[in-house]
C-alpha cells in the first residue's frame, strides 16, 4: 500500500499544477468574457453568448481530445500538459465570466446611479465601485467552482497527463495481482485531503457574505 501512495502521490503536483493554470485562465479570460457579454453593442454581445454556450454545452473530455490530437501549427503539436491547461482553462473562462455576470448582477442598480452622481466615468466606476462589490458576491461560487475542477482535472489522465488518476491507472497495471483497485482509493482520499480544506472555506465564505448581507 506505500508503494501504491507514493505512486498516486508523484501525481499529486500536475494535478495542482492543471487545476491552479486553468483556473487561472478563468479568472483572467472570464473578466473580458463579461465585459464583451454586458457589451451594448448587441451583436458582439449575443456572439459571445453563443460562444460561452457552446464551451459550456460541450464535455470537458471533448474539448481536451479536439485541443490534443487536432490542434497542430505546422509539424508541432500541443503536448499533453498543454492542451490539458488550455481545455480546461478555456472552460473556466465560460463558466466564471458567467459567476461575474451573476456578481454584477446583484449589485444594487443604485450603487451605479450614485457613482455617476459622483461624476465618475462609466469606466471608472466599473473598476472602482461595481467590480469589488460583485467580486466579493461571487467569491463563494468560485471557490465552489475550484474544487469542482479540481476533481474535473483528472480527466487530463485520458490524454497522458501524469496526474494522480494516471499514475493510480499505471501503478495498478503493473501490479495487477496485488495492486488492484487500491491505488484509486488512494486516489481518492488525496483528492478528499485536498478538496475538503477548499470546501470548507467556500462554506464559510458564502455563510460570511449572507451575514453581512443581512
Same mark, same amino acid.
Given at each position: 500500500?506505500?508503494? =501504491?501512495?507514493? =505512486?498516486?502521490?508523484? &501525481? @499529486?503536483?500536475?494535478?495542482?499544477?492543471?487545476? +491552479?493554470?486553468?483556473?487561472?485562465?478563468? *479568472?483572467?479570460?472570464?473578466?473580458?468574457?463579461?465585459?464583451?457579454? #454586458?457589451?451594448?453593442?448587441?451583436?458582439?454581445?449575443?456572439?459571445?453568448?453563443?460562444?460561452?454556450? /457552446?464551451?459550456? &454545452?460541450?464535455?470537458?473530455?471533448?474539448? @481536451?481530445? @479536439? /485541443?490534443? %490530437? !487536432?490542434?497542430?501549427?505546422?509539424?508541432? #503539436? @500541443?503536448?499533453?500538459?498543454?492542451?490539458?491547461?488550455? !481545455?480546461? &482553462?478555456?472552460?473556466?473562462?465560460?463558466?466564471?465570466?458567467?459567476?461575474?455576470?451573476? &456578481?454584477? =448582477?446583484?449589485?444594487?442598480?443604485? $450603487?451605479?446611479? +450614485?457613482? +455617476?452622481?459622483?461624476?465618475?466615468?462609466?469606466?471608472?466606476?466599473?473598476?472602482?465601485?461595481?467590480?469589488? $462589490?460583485?467580486?466579493?458576491?461571487? /467569491?463563494?461560487?468560485?471557490?465552489?467552482? /475550484?474544487?469542482?475542477?479540481?476533481?474535473?482535472?483528472?480527466?487530463?489522465?485520458?490524454?497522458?497527463?501524469?496526474?494522480?488518476?494516471?499514475?493510480?491507472?499505471?501503478?495498478?497495471? $503493473?501490479?495487477?495481482?496485488?495492486?488492484?483497485?487500491?491505488? %484509486?482509493? *488512494?486516489?481518492?482520499?488525496?483528492?478528499?485531503?485536498?478538496?475538503?480544506?477548499?470546501?470548507?472555506?467556500? #462554506?464559510?465564505?458564502?455563510?460570511?457574505?449572507?451575514?453581512?448581507?443581512?
Amino acid at each position: 500500500m506505500a508503494d =501504491a501512495l507514493a =505512486a498516486v502521490l508523484l &501525481g @499529486l503536483p500536475l494535478t495542482l499544477l492543471v487545476t +491552479a493554470a486553468a483556473f487561472s485562465i478563468g *479568472l483572467v479570460v472570464g473578466i473580458p468574457v463579461l465585459l464583451a457579454l #454586458r457589451s451594448r453593442f448587441r451583436p458582439l454581445a449575443l456572439v459571445m453568448r453563443f460562444a460561452v454556450d /457552446l464551451v459550456r &454545452g460541450i464535455p470537458p473530455i471533448v474539448w @481536451l481530445f @479536439l /485541443l490534443y %490530437f !487536432g490542434v497542430s501549427i505546422g509539424t508541432i #503539436r @500541443l503536448d499533453a500538459l498543454t492542451a490539458a491547461i488550455l !481545455g480546461l &482553462g478555456i472552460i473556466s473562462s465560460a463558466y466564471i465570466a458567467e459567476m461575474y455576470r451573476g &456578481g454584477f =448582477a446583484m449589485v444594487p442598480r443604485g $450603487q451605479s446611479e +450614485a457613482a +455617476a452622481a459622483l461624476g465618475l466615468t462609466r469606466r471608472t466606476s466599473f473598476a472602482m465601485v461595481l467590480a469589488p $462589490q460583485a467580486v466579493r458576491t461571487a /467569491l463563494p461560487s468560485l471557490t465552489t467552482y /475550484l474544487l469542482s475542477l479540481l476533481k474535473d482535472s483528472s480527466i487530463a489522465s485520458t490524454i497522458g497527463v501524469a496526474d494522480m488518476v494516471f499514475a493510480a491507472t499505471m501503478f495498478a497495471r $503493473q501490479n495487477p495481482t496485488t495492486a488492484g483497485i487500491v491505488p %484509486f482509493f *488512494l486516489a481518492a482520499g488525496v483528492y478528499l485531503v485536498v478538496s475538503v480544506p477548499v470546501a470548507i472555506a467556500a #462554506r464559510r465564505l458564502d455563510a460570511r457574505f449572507r451575514k453581512d448581507v443581512r
